[in-house]
């Protein structure tokens, strides 16, 4: 499975941004689609996990201000990332683990805050 993160840019801080991920298959069968970060100098974090179930999981710095989806029409996942911080700023990368515990990344998109 190949993966195209899209969306990030340049943003004033209390902005918004919605990052795309779009898968070259259907992700029906895929178990687990996410959102990871990591700032310059930092580790690769998780910001937000959606589970086949429905299921959603935020990282603390991000609740009520970011939102995961997924749309499996059009194979893509999104993250809806509202009321921007500085310290939002990173590379976004997407990932998903099908049910046969595969693990993909995609490569990543800029999202810079500031002002």
């Known amino acids: 499975v190949q993966l195209q993160a899209s969306g990030g840019g340049l943003v004033q801080p209390g902005g918004s941004l919605r990052l795309s991920c779009a898968a070259s298959?259907?992700?029906?069968?895929?178990?687990?689609m996410s959102w990871y970060r990591q700032a310059p100098g930092k580790q690769r974090e998780p910001v937000a996990i959606i589970i086949s179930s429905g299921s959603i999981s935020y990282a603390d710095s991000v609740k009520g201000r970011f939102t995961i989806s997924r749309d499996n029409a059009e194979n893509t996942v999104y993250l809806q990332m509202d009321s921007l911080k500085p310290e939002d700023t990173a590379v976004y990368y997407c990932k998903i683990i099908d049910y046969g515990a595969h693990t993909y990344w995609g490569q990543g998109t800029l999202v810079t805050v500031s002002s």
């Open positions: 298959r259907s992700i029906n069968s895929i178990y687990v």
